[in-house]
C-alpha cells in the first residue's frame, strides 16, 4: 500500500505517539528528527525514545487540544477595544 499523504505516512511511521498526549517531538541541531516519551519521568516502564513504530502502549492518551485563555490583545480585537461577546465570556475588568 502506498501513502502519498506526508503526514499520514509520517503517522504511520511514528505510531502511536503521533497522537500521543505524552510525546514530544524534537530536532536535534543536525536536524534530526526524534520522539521522546514524556512519562519516562514518572514511570520507568516507558523508554524515553521509545522504538517505532510504536503499535501497543499501555501509556497512550490521545492527545487533546491545548486551550489557553486569551491574551488582552486577543480580548481587544483588532479594533482596539472588547467587543459584546468578550465581555459576555466574562472576559471584562
Ligand atoms: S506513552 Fe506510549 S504512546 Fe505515549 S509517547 Fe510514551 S511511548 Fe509513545
Known sequence: MVHRDPVERHNLE?????????????VSVKGVAYW??????????????????VEKCVGFEIKTPKTTPPTA????GPSG???????SKGFAR
Open 14 to 26: 511514528v505510531g502511536l505517539c503521533s497522537i500521543c498526549d505524552h510525546a514530544s517531538h524534537k
Open 36 to 53: 521522546c516519551c514524556c512519562r519516562v519521568s514518572s514511570e520507568t516502564v516507558f523508554r524515553r525514545y521509545p522504538t517505532l513504530p
Open 73 to 76: 490583545r486577543q480580548e481587544r
Open 81 to 87: 477595544t472588547r467587543d459584546a461577546a468578550s465581555e
